[in-house]
Each structure stands twice: as C-alpha cells, then as structure tokens.
C-alpha cells in the first residue's frame, strides 16, 4: 500500500465532531489537551473489533452486526497495513449476505474492500451499480471518487466529490477527498485548507483517522517544501498513534527532504517493521545509500526486487517502485525495457498521474523522449505540481527538444517547493539551459 | 386491504426539505388561464404558473407569521424546445421589514381609529390593516420579480405600472387585526407585458386524506366496501369530500405568475394544440447561496453561487415514484438527468406495495412501464404527433394551444375523464392528482387491457377526498384566502364535511 493511494477506510469511521484543537500550521507542540496516545494494546480498530465480536455473540444474529464486524477488521487493515484482514472482513460480509443477499451496507463494505486490495476497476463498476440504488448515499461517492482517482478518471472522481458535498456539506468523509482532488488539480492550498477542515470535524476518539489527516497534512505540507509544519504534523500523529505506519513513512520522507539521512532511515526501518511490504522496503533501501550504507543498501535493494517481483502480477503491487529501481538505479537498457514493459502494462489498465509520470520517465530513459513528452503531457494536464513530476517534465521537454517547455516545468517544481531536492536540483537545471537569443 | 398512495403533492417529500422548511416546494401548478366568463373553445391567451412552498403552515400560529426565506431564490423554469433545459426563467427574491421594531408581533391593528391609552390618550395599537401601508402592518415583504432569457443572458425586471414595489400578502391573523381580503387584492399585481404577479400567505389548495395516506394506506371504506375505491356515484361526486381533507384550515405560501403564452413559446406565438411548438415544460425550485458564515450576535450572511434544494415538475414523481435513498440527489439534480432514475420511471415500486396490500385481489401492469412515459417526456396525449421527446426529464408538461375549461364545466379527474385542460396537461388547483396518480401510476388505466384489469376497481382508486375545502378563486391568483387565524378550523375524521371515521 502505497501512502497516496485514498484508501476508502476513512469513509465510514469519520463523523462530524466536537472540534479539537489544531496542532498548528507553525513549529508549536500539541496543545497539552490533545487526546491521549492510543495505548499499543488498544486501537479505535481493535476496539471495535472486540465490541462487534461480542455484539455478535450475543443475542440473534443479523446482517448488520456482521457487517460492523466487517467494518471494525477493515479498519484494522489500515492501521496495520495488513491486508489480511480485509480477508476476514470479506468472510463477515458474506455471512451478512447470507442472511441478507441485499444488504446495502454490506455491499458498500465490499466495495472499501476491494478498493483497499487495490481493485480499482472492479471497485469502480460496483460502486456505480450501488449509487444507482441510492443516490443519496454520500458514502458510496466516496468509493467512486477513490477508485475514480485511482484509475485516472479525474472528471468522475470531482463530480462524485461535488455530491459529496452538495448533499451533506463539510463532512470529513467528502473533505478528506476534496483535499486529495484539489492536490491533484495543482491547488496546493486549497488541499491543505480542506484536510484541515476534515481535521476540524474529526473526533478526538477517532484517534486513527485523525493520525491519518495529520500525516495527510505533513504530506501536503512537504510537498510544498515546508519541512518544519510537516514535521509538526506528522510528529502529532505519531503522538496520537504509535508507531502509526503511514506517519513513520512521512516523517521518513521528511528527514529525507532536510538531507538527515540516519533519521530517515530510523523512521523508514520501524515502518518496515510494521508493514513490511516490498515498497517500503525500496524507500528504505534509498535512505540507506543516502545514508551512504551502500553495501546495506544493495542488499536491500535485492531483496525489495525479489519481493517485488513475486507480486508483481497481483493487483497490490509494487510496480511503480520496482520501475523506478529500473529506471534510476539499476539503469541498464534491459532494466529500463523491463521497466517500460511492466508499467505500459500498468497503463492500459489505469492512467493517473502517478502510472502516467512513470511511463513517460521510462520512455524517456528508453530513449524516445517525444513519446514520453506526449505521456508526461497527459498527466500535467490533470494540474498537478508536484515538485518531482515537475522536474521529470522538464527534463523530458529539453529532451524532447522544447527548452520553453523544460524551463516552464522547472519554474513550477520551483515554485512549488524551492527547498525541495527536486525544486533544488530544477534551478540547477535552469541555470543549464541555453541561453535564448534575443530574437526568441 | 387498502389503497396506497403517498400526498401526490410534495409535503414533505424528501429528507432535505424535511430538514428546510422554507425551501420545501407542495405544489405547482401551471395551466392555461381562465376566469369566471370563460367560454369553451376560446383561444389560449395567458398561462398560469404558481409555486407553492413552506407546507402546513397554522393560521393561528405567531408572532412572526410565515414570510418567504429572503435567503431563497425561487424560480420557476421553462422549457420551450423540448430539451429539458430552461429557456424562460421567473425569478423571485424577497426582502423583510420590520416597520415598529418594539412591537412584539409582525400585526397588531383594531378598528378605524386604534386603541389608545385610556389614560394619556397616547396611541398605542394601530388601527386595522387595509393595506400595505397600514401602520400596524410590522412585518412586510416585498419581492422583486425578474424574467431571464437563457440564450442571451437577458435579466427583464417584472415591474408594476407605478413603480412601486410588489408586497406579499401577509397570513390571515384574523378580522380584528386586519382586512385580508383588502391585502390580498392589492396584492394581486398587473404588471408589464401583460403579466400579472401575486406572493402570499392563503388557503393550501391540496386536498389529500393524508393521515390515512401515510398510515400504509390505511384509506377509508366508504360505500363499494373495499378500502380506497369509489363507486361510480362517489366518483362524480362535486364539491364534497367523503373522508377528511387533512390539508383542511392549513395555509401555504403561494407564487403565482399569469404570463401571455407569447412570451413562453419557443416561435413567440399562441401555437395550436396540434403544433410541437405549443407544448411547454415546466418546473420549480428552490435554491440558496452556497456559502453561509455564522457570527453571533450578527445575522448569518451568506454568498457564493446559488445551489438548488429542492425542484418539482409533476405533483407525483418525487413524492411516489423516488425512492427515499435518492430524494435528495433528485431534488438537487436537474431535469435534464432524470434518465438515472428512469428505473423508477418505468418500474415504480408503489405498485408492487399495493397489489401486496391488497394480496393480489387489484391486478396491477407489469413492467416495464411504458404507458407512463408521457409523464417524463413529451408525447401525446399531451405533446402533439411529432413532438421531439426530449430526455426522459420530471417536467410539467402543458400544451399551451389546449383551451382552458370554463371553471362549471372542469373535472377534477380532467384528461381521464375527459376535461383536457386539466392533469397530465398541465395542473390546476382543482385536479385531484392523488386520484389521477393512484388509477395512473397503480391502477394502470392507460395501460389497460391488460389480465385482471377491472375498470370499476383500477378505475376507482381513490382516497375519498373530492376537493380543497377552502375552495378556489376563479381567476388569478386563483388561491383561495388564508383561513382565519383567530377562527381556523382542521376537519378531522368524522366531522360534518370529513366523511367517515372507521
């Protein structure tokens, strides 16, 4: 699980609640009234998991106590990272169908499901048959937007988000998805302003779904550059959630942004801990040479391909880092035709942002800069600034042939996070370009 | 056993307007415009379209009585070419006044003189209220009417001859306090063009034994003995209702506007009935400003762009049709993108509701549900031959070049019993539409023959309510007057007027 992938587990946990105070947008500790850290022993998910247990072990049984139990293992999916549990969350559900083969909340649950397993497609078409049924149902938009974003159907995904909010405004289910919309549409800002105001209406007992807005927040504030209110952010999430594996990952990130590469490491080896999936293992592998451990390093990398390969035919995957250890570390014209191969394979099924910036860099490191222009094009058009797809793209529009184009794009990574590695490295690129004559 | 049906007219209909009184749409009505010396026959000239809102209001209630929500845009659209999209749009906002800041109520008036301090002499109630300028008139509203033309973006104020602003008439507090049969005249606007405009508080012209509606229609058996049917004598009954209008003594706040057809169709002309040209497709709707910021002490302001609550097109859809998940979406959605719930369209599931409740006893069409497409497009027998369909969209299709029916000679069954002029042809207040939608929607008489159909059953569903207790005015605004607060009265089961109580 990748940390930019909207799991649909924050739709139905997130109510509208008593406002808590805002860790701040600037270097201040967590207010002394913050909620308590969640205990290792207890989460809101295992919590839940006990309460539905013991629901269903007394009194008759029904659809809807099998489908909170369902609900309660999903959530445990997302806080653990462990996909595991979306098995026995299906296994409830299809008790709950037994005894109820309509049950609209069971069928919207199987749908967080198969999105949590990354079955965009499958989770797409379902979740438009279930709107059908009940227009009204501002959770069952949540899921179209989710796996509308995944796909790369942009357009779908906002009209979704808008009913969101058009027919219950400011929840925290619609804002949560707002923000990531407006991310993606380039409105930096505006994302921010919405997870805030997703924050905002988050109850304090909802400790896990607040630690995943506040790292939603760092995330967003690092990608404009500002390291300090990202730390902040994450490091109130750690706070509120031990060890919570989404957070370790920003704030590996982070640490990774300020150049403290043994920090970075730290970070990124107990989320590894936690989740040990092959993609956090490659994040952990490129702190590791960063942190100039390059015998460690190599070894990791070697494991994180291995690991990657044997799943690279399963939905959940890590494709996308397996193409980038192709395409930028390994570097060899068989790797990086194996990696043009395995994401052009990605692209027929999906072609957002992310996929779309991948293709377009391997066809660039294959040599046919024109097509990867053409690729990369398409993913900007969406809105995006993204420091590095902004990099990428200038660096494919000077290949490409198009200085005008290449020192846009570096402008923008520029713009976007100056103190950046990637807004860092596009003024070093401008600075290289050739000078225009004055005829130009 | 029993009939079903849900109010036929939207009280109430969806979650949201639950939830937002103000912005709840009952009724609209639109019809060619008739009076009390109509002939039969004579050419169309004006249309009437009125947009009732805020159901259920209790005369007696106050002291703030029942202004329209400033906050409020309300509209009425029209669709000229067929496509479901506006072309003519009547656009309503109000402003209130508070004249006498410290009086405690929104009236207060007795007499010719007032009452004053016995000792002092001092004035201190107003005399009664005769007009808009009365001095104990505290609350009162005025309204701004505007005309947009779509296609060009040109806003046309509907303005009074004098200038002066238009007023809204208030609730009927009572006959101490004021005249409201004077108010309600003036009230009662000609304007520009040949347009006539009238806002107000008055009597909620729906009629509906609604208790026993929304009790899993639990209708009361009247002479044929089997609940929710009428026999061939009841069903012609005229000005008398045979079980309780519980809309009865209730008020409503009505918009109503009298346009000349020329101003509506799509060539600019009064077209006869046989041309496509003639039909028209109309809808209301609700809408207010996105954005609201709440700072106590200060009133909310609010801004942004107009977001629509609530819309109606036929007096049924929403009400019976929608299913209660997607009322909402519905009610905020355009015409325009009805074919996502052409499910419901074509397969309602009210009707399988009563043929369970009446255990299989009332034979009911199966699906698909063709014979009602002329409700959600435009066909005959509204639309003429050739008419374009259009998307399947929830208007109000009228055929403007239909001529009105005199009022002695109107049906309140209309198309099905053969007065044209009256629903699915448009809607006057007269047409009993709960009638009209139960043999429609569930008795399928226009999809008839079909196994089972029986014209004295599937044809006489009804809910034993003939018509509005208030009555009507026959010509505009054609609302009757809002009931005495001081002297209302609800007709309840049982009572002289109300039919049974069983």
């Known amino acids: 699980m990748t940390f930019l992938t909207f799991s649909s587990a924050l739709s139905a946990a997130c109510a509208l609640a008593v406002p808590i105070t805002l860790y701040g947008a600037t270097a201040q500790a967590p207010p002394s009234s913050a909620p308590a850290p969640v205990e290792a022993t207890s989460t809101p998910a295992s919590d839940a998991i006990e309460v539905a247990r013991t629901a269903l072990n007394s009194g008759e049984p029904s659809a809807a106590k099998h489908v909170a139990l369902a609900t309660a293992y999903s959530r445990r999916a997302r806080e653990t990272a462990g996909p595991e549990w979306y098995d026995r969350s299906d296994e409830e559900l299809v008790k709950a169908l037994e005894l109820a083969p309509d049950d609209f909340a069971a069928l919207r649950m199987q749908i967080w499901n198969q999105l949590g397993r990354h079955e965009f497609q499958d989770a797409y078409t379902a979740a438009l048959a279930l709107n059908l049924r009940a227009k009204d149902d501002v959770l069952t938009y949540g899921l179209i937007v989710d796996a509308a974003m995944e796909l790369g159907r942009y357009e779908e995904a906002e009209n979704a988000a808008q009913w969101m909010l058009n027919l219950r405004p400011g929840t925290p289910i619609a804002m949560t998805r707002v923000s990531y919309l407006r991310e993606q549409f380039g409105d930096i800002r505006g994302s921010i302003e919405a997870m805030l105001a997703a924050f905002h209406s988050t109850r304090p007992s909802d400790a896990e779904d607040a630690a995943w807005i506040l790292t939603h927040l760092a995330h967003l504030e690092l990608e404009r550059g500002d390291t300090k209110a990202a730390k902040d952010y994450a490091g109130s999430a750690l706070i509120l959630f031990p060890d919570y594996h989404y957070a370790l990952g920003v704030m590996g990130d982070i640490f990774e942004a300020e150049g403290d590469h043994e920090s970075a490491r730290t970070r990124l080896a107990k989320r590894y801990e936690v989740a040990s999936h092959p993609e956090n293992l490659y994040r952990l592998a490129v702190a590791t040479e960063a942190a100039g451990a390059t015998e460690e390093a190599e070894t990791m990398f070697a494991e994180f391909e291995k690991a990657a390969l044997a799943e690279s035919e399963n939905v959940d995957n890590a494709n996308l880092e397996l193409v980038e250890y192709w395409t930028d570390h390994v570097g060899s014209p068989e790797a990086i035709a194996r990696a043009l191969e395995l994401v052009s394979k990605r692209a027929r099924r999906r072609s957002d942002v992310p996929t779309l910036s991948a293709l377009a860099w391997s066809q660039h490191r294959a040599g046919d800069s024109k097509v990867a222009w053409d690729t990369i094009s398409k993913a900007l058009a969406v809105g995006s600034v993204n420091a590095r797809l902004r990099f990428r793209a200038g660096e494919i529009a000077l290949a490409a042939g198009h200085p005008e184009r290449a020192e846009e794009q570096y402008q923008i990574a520029m713009q976007t996070a100056p103190r950046s590695r990637f807004g860092r490295e596009a003024l070093e690129a401008i600075k290289r370009l050739p000078a225009r004559s004055s005829a130009e | 056993m029993g009939a079903w049906t849900a109010s036929a007219s939207n ?492």
């Open chain 2, 11 to 502: 009280h109430r209909e969806a979650p949201i307007t639950a939830l937002d009184h103000k912005a709840d749409i009952t009724d609209l009505y639109a019809f060619v415009s008739y009076d009390s010396q109509q002939v039969a026959g004579e050419t169309p000239e004006k249309v009437t379209m009125i947009l009732n809102v805020d159901p259920f209001l209790e005369p007696a209630n106050g002291p703030t009585l029942f202004p329209f929500d400033p906050a409020i845009l309300y509209e009425i659209k029209i669709d000229n070419d067929h496509d479901a999209i506006a072309d003519v749009v009547f656009q309503f906002r109000f402003t209130t006044e508070y004249r006498i800041p410290d009086l405690y109520t929104a009236v207060a008036g007795i007499g010719a003189n007032g009452a004053a301090n016995p000792t002092t002499g001092a004035a201190v109630v107003p005399p009664q209220i005769t007009s808009f300028q009365s001095a104990g008139l505290n609350l009162r509203q005025s309204y701004t009417v505007d005309m947009l033309d779509v296609a060009t973006g040109n806003v046309t104020p509907i303005t009074g001859g004098s200038g002066a602003p238009f007023y809204a008439c208030p609730a009927n507090v009572g006959p101490r306090t004021m005249n409201y049969e004077s108010l309600f005249q003036e009230a009662t606007y000609t304007a520009n063009g040949g347009i006539s405009v009238f806002a107000g508080t008055v009597d909620d012209p729906f009629y509906i034994d609604l208790g026993a509606a929304f009790d899993t229609a639990n209708f009361r058996t009247l002479r044929s003995g089997i609940p929710g049917v009428l026999t061939s004598f009841e069903d012609v009954v005229v000005n008398q209702n045979l079980a309780p209008d519980m809309v009865s003594g209730f008020a409503v706040n009505s918009i109503a506007i009298e346009v000349p057809i020329a101003m509506l169709t799509s060539t600019g002309m009064v077209m006869a009935p046989t041309s496509p040209e003639a039909t028209i497709g109309v809808w209301g709707t609700t809408s207010r400003q996105r954005m609201t910021v709440r700072s106590a002490p200060n009133p909310a302001v609010n801004s942004g762009a107009w977001s629509q609550i609530q819309r109606v097109g036929n007096p049924l859809i929403n009400e019976l049709i929608i299913g209660i998940g997607n009322k909402d979406r519905f009610s905020m959605d355009e015409p325009l993108n009805d074919m996502q719930f052409a499910g419901y369209f074509l397969d309602p599931p009210i009707v399988g509701v009563v043929e369970a409740l009446y255990g299989g006893a009332l034979a009911v069409p199966a699906a698909p549900r063709t014979d009602l497409l002329p409700l959600v497009t435009y066909a005959p027998p509204i639309a003429a031959a050739g008419t374009p369909s259009g998307p399947v969209a929830d208007l109000l299709r009228l055929n403007t070049g239909v001529s009105a029916t005199p009022p002695a000679q109107q049906k309140r069954m209309a198309v099905l019993a053969g007065d044209n002029a009256g629903f699915p042809n448009g809607r006057r207040p007269i047409d009993d539409v709960t009638d009209i939608a139960l043999r429609v929607v569930v008795g399928g008489v226009l999809a008839a023959p079909f196994s089972g159909y029986n014209a004295d059953v599937n044809g006489r569903l009804g809910d034993g309510v003939m018509w509005n207790q208030g009555g009507y005015r026959s010509q505009f605004p054609y609302m009757q007057s809002c009931p005495s607060g001081r002297n209302r009265r609800h007709l309840d089961p049982g009572e002289v007027g109300a039919g049974v109580r069983d």
